[in-house]
């Protein structure tokens, strides 16, 4: 065996180690500039990784890995499909993008003497999000998931506003409650089963199907996984906890955080439960289907008279999660690879929105609507970045929001009557996004100028290229949308082969 | 008698519901997580009681003649141990938070927090 192959077999692994390594190193160097570019290229790296990873599973392989060589069920074991790789690859992209993007932002945000310890929390965060993507193992995801929720609270409230941390203060009892719902799910599945291997978990919950015990187990696991991915009306930890943290981290997170929760959300309930209750499905879909559809309307509706920028797109996002399980919620192929396109897009959408809110954060202090009267004349890069991925959040053609959403569209149309609903809520929805986008759009572009925009500058050009990166990827993904619906058809057929149609 | 018989279970539950009712209830942050960490207690309890086995002892080889003993199952105990240190991890976060929120605010009070931010902005 050549080092190469040697190195190649053991990539799973990388991918979560990689990160972790970095963590403690970075945190004892002193030079924030090195710190910076050491978390930067270990990011790099994990993307670099990502992106050989999905090559290999774009036919719709699993690649499974023995940790220490243990064989599953006894050992923990590594597990990559196509939808742990979709995720893979937005979770370490959007943190390479922004970690390209956080030097001045982050200088304007936190001391310098912190700024090293901030990037190994930075690095945690990642570690953790991508530990719970590669992970086989219930329990094993749930230490991940705490490793990246506890290193998420130290990144929120590691700015200077003091309203972050009454905001983490919340976001910890949430964070931790919906933990802790999902580790006595897993207990209760345990007590079945006597196995904590995902895989082997569904084989042998069959043999004690219609039990007690598993159905609170479903209900313990999909009411705390639904509360970490902001799920209205589980989402008031989120609008405060992203307003209040840092641009870049908001940016971040935003891009991520909810997806890795909803990922974790769908394997439990298709791959789990699906065959072991009974009308599990139907269950599913009349919890889920109904609060999606309040969360895309609810969400929009406060997105249109939210004041503060960063507030209005936290509310945007909780609509946005209702878009996800909405189409997770048709339980059918096209709803679900739908579901997983627009999880992939939405990061795509959000990671440019804030990222152009941080290069307004870097001139401005103050991100209330009501005090940016004028500012993209100052700004207009920043701001036509940000009308451009505002585009894509409403879902024109051309754009990757289109492109998701007419996939949720044609899932509903294949429902047959009762469909109109959710494309009547899609619609709506989109229509209010066009609202609060144009809100934004037109008080920074034609609105008189207020007296706080009157002296700032377009903000730092390589910013700007990195914005525009991300523009370019909303456009190249809304005319060439192969690789993520790949991967998303791909997670579907997976999440539903075992399930009854 | 099958009541009695889930009698940890029943401490569970009742644990898990007094946490969640300080959580919601109490105003004051170190009371808050307080009821946060009767919260994880109670599962700790949980993982304990699902590995017992009926006269099974604790899952230590001495003698290895005895084939037959009955070991209750460890492996929720060492789960839990590591569950014991995440929440060890979110308590000693919660109050440094808590603490910084002291010297920002002046107050520990949820109430009064709210009061003094609607001042500033």
Not at chain 1, 199 to 222: H, N
Not at chain 1, 356 to 377: D, F, I, M, T, Y
Not at chain 1, 423 to 452: D, G, N
Request: charged share 10%.
């Amino acid at each position: 065996m050549t080092l190469d192959e040697a190195i190649y077999n053991q990539l799973p692994a990388l991918q979560v180690i990689v990160p972790l390594i970095a963590v403690p190193l970075v945190a004892m160097m002193r030079a924030r500039h090195l710190a910076w570019l050491a978390c930067t290229l270990t990011s790099l790296l994990s993307f670099g990784i990502a992106v050989v990873i999905t090559t290999e599973l774009l036919a719709g392989a699993t690649w499974q890995y023995a940790m220490g060589a243990w064989p599953a069920p006894m050992g923990i074991e590594l597990r990559i499909d196509s939808f742990s790789a979709l995720l893979l690859l937005i979770v370490t992209g959007a943190s390479t993008l922004m970690l390209l993007a956080a030097r001045v932002p982050i200088a304007a945000q936190i001391q310098s003497i912190r700024q090293p310890l901030f990037y190994a929390v930075w690095l945690l965060t990642l570690g953790g999000l991508i530990g719970i993507l590669v992970s086989g193992d219930a329990f094993n995801i749930f230490v991940f998931m705490e490793i990246s929720s506890l290193a998420t609270y130290v990144l929120v409230a590691a700015g200077r506003d003091r309203r972050a941390l009454a905001a983490v203060f919340t976001y910890i009892v949430m964070g931790t409650i919906g933990a802790t719902f999902y580790l006595v799910g897993v207990g209760l599945i345990y007590m079945m089963t006597g196995t904590l291997n995902l895989a082997d978990m569904g084989v042998r919950l069959e043999q004690v199907a219609d039990s007690r015990p598993v159905m609170a187990a479903a209900a313990f696991i999909t009411v705390g996984l639904a509360l970490k991915a902001a799920l209205f009306p589980l989402h008031i930890w989120l609008p405060n906890a992203y307003t209040r943290a840092p641009h870049i981290v908001t940016a971040f997170l935003a891009a991520c955080s909810t997806k890795v929760a909803i990922y974790v959300l769908l394997r439990f309930d298709f791959l789990i439960f699906q065959e072991s209750i009974p009308n599990h499905a139907l269950h599913f879909a009349g919890l889920l289907l109904p609060l999606a559809l309040a969360a895309m309307i609810v969400g929009s509706w406060v997105a249109m008279f939210e004041d503060n920028l960063k507030r209005l797109l936290a509310y945007s996002s909780i609509a946005q999660v209702g878009y996800i399980l909405l189409g997770a919620g048709l339980i059918s192929t096209t709803g679900l690879s739908a579901a997983v396109l627009h999880m992939f897009n939405h990061a795509l959408i959000k990671g440019v929105l804030f990222l152009a809110v941080a290069c307004l954060g870097v001139r401005l202090v103050q991100l209330r609507l009501s005090e940016l009267g004028g500012v993209a004349r100052h700004m207009p890069w920043t701001m036509s970045a940000f009308a451009a991925a505002g585009l894509s959040l409403i879902g024109v053609p051309g754009t990757a929001g289109f492109v998701s959403k007419w996939q949720l569209i044609v899932a509903a149309l294949e429902v047959g009557p009762w469909g109109l609903v959710p494309i009547i809520a899609i619609v709506t929805s989109s229509l209010m996004a066009v609202v609060y986008i144009w809100r934004i759009v037109e008080t920074t572009w034609f609105a008189h100028a207020s007296t706080a925009v009157a002296s700032v500058r377009e903000a730092p050009s390589w910013m700007l290229v990195l914005v525009w990166l991300g523009v370019a990827a909303n456009v190249y993904f809304g005319l060439q949308p192969q690789l993520p619906l790949t991967l998303a058809t791909g997670a579907a057929e997976l999440l539903l082969e075992s399930c009854c149609d | 008698m099958e009541i009695l018989g889930l009698f940890n279970y029943w401490v569970f539950v009742l644990l898990l519901m007094t946490g969640l009712f300080a959580i919601i209830h109490k105003s004051n942050l170190i009371k808050k997580l307080i009821g946060l960490s009767i919260f994880q207690s109670a599962v700790f309890l949980f993982y304990v009681t699902l590995d017992k086995i009926d006269e099974g002892t604790a899952p230590i080889i001495r003698d290895t003649d005895l084939v037959d003993q009955i070991y209750a199952n460890p492996l929720p105990q060492v789960l839990i141990l590591t569950a014991i240190v995440v929440g060890i991890a979110t308590t000693a976060l919660a109050l440094a938070v808590i603490v910084r929120i002291k010297e920002e605010y002046g107050t520990i009070e949820e109430s009064e927090m709210r009061e003094l931010d609607r001042y500033l902005s």
